[in-house]
């Protein structure tokens, strides 16, 4: 196979910006809203434009991290440091922990859970960094390794994956008891997997030794069980609860938008009733604000983006790129499809944001980053090489003949 360079994919690059652009219009609307609730409930002093401006800053930030790694920052050069990117995100959150663990002001908690560093008016989420670093190190472990033929082999293979991964998780879902990230990990982490050619049986034994863990992280925490027995409580239809409120005002907001919406600035939601409308919860927001039409757009510009990357990956004949650019498809859809999913009531509400959407600034910053990434291997493609015996001169008469013969006969 032979590389050749052309035209990158621009329906990536455009599906991001106009994503970025969507979510920049819906905090505008609703942001004053969200200053307003927050002043009066705990007394702060947020003025009306403060979510939006942070908004803005941060898609400003995006942008530029996203044509970083588009146009300035080559993937060859990045792809060397992966091990020390890796290592220095597990450092990250690690440190997060310990800061947490002794109550520092340098850990920022919200609802007893510490996630950010505390550094005055700018914070910082470790996890976020970590997904980046995750999908960079495994494009560059896998890939090694099946250049080595060692895929599979428990010593070569599984026991460095498995203490980096499970290290990664441990650091996210029990440390930081962040399980949306945790989702978007355990996603990164299949997906390379399954890109890199892992055995079938190993690999299902593996999905199967995940989701056992998984269902025990739920099954032993109460805060987590309360939001599975509110899920079911939703599909069975049993009367709405305080357990059950986020999900139930999630489905009103949806189901208010109707077919066109009730237009910008005038969701009833976003004054208060639906908890965390700015971050996990801006889909049903949009719901409301946009109504059916605007969510289908929604869905037509993520699905668009997400089968360009997969035409993208299909494209290079590198191992360690089509493993990045699957790792950055499945980091971005579990995100998508979890916080959709949360807000139908088709599975329990977790914290997970919705890429380039939702209010925040280190989640929109680093998945531009990987979507850069992913925007920049996509100027590469690999073609069938001509075999060098083939007479190329012969082919061109025999064609000519042909096509002289043709018009002989005619």
Known sequence: MKTRKHKSNLAIVFSTLALMALGLIIIYAIGPMRANVLNNTYGTDYPSNYFFIGQLRSVVLAIVAFFAAFKLIPYKYIRKYAKPLMIIALILSGLLWLLALSHSSLAKCELGECRWFNFGPISFQPAEFLKLALCLYLADFLSRKKEEGTIGKWREFWLPLLIVCG??????????????????????????LLVAGVPTKQYLIMVGLVLAIAVGS?????????????????????????????????????????????????????????????????????????????LFLVLLVFGIMLTQMLKVAEGTSEDNDRILIVSVFSWTLAQVVVNIMAMTALVPVTGITLPLLSYGGTSMIFIAFAIGLVCQLSCYTSREVIVKHENISNRRRVRGAHHTSSRRSS
């Open 218 to 294: 739920v099954a032993t925490s109460s805060h987590r069980m309360e939001r599975v027995n509110a899920w079911i409580d939703t599909l069975t239809g049993a009367a709405s609860s305080d357990s059950t409120y986020h999900i139930d005002n999630a489905m009103l907001a949806i189901g208010t938008g109707g077919f066109t919406g009730v237009g910008i600035g005038n969701s009833v939601q976003a004054t208060g009733y639906l908890p965390e409308s700015i971050n996990d919860s801006v889909f049903a927001i949009m719901g409301e604000t946009f109504g059916f039409v605007g």
């Open 167 to 192: 290290l990664s998780l441990f650091l996210v879902v029990i440390a930081q008891g962040d399980l949306g990230t945790g989702v978007a990990l355990i996603a990164i982490i299949f997906g390379s």
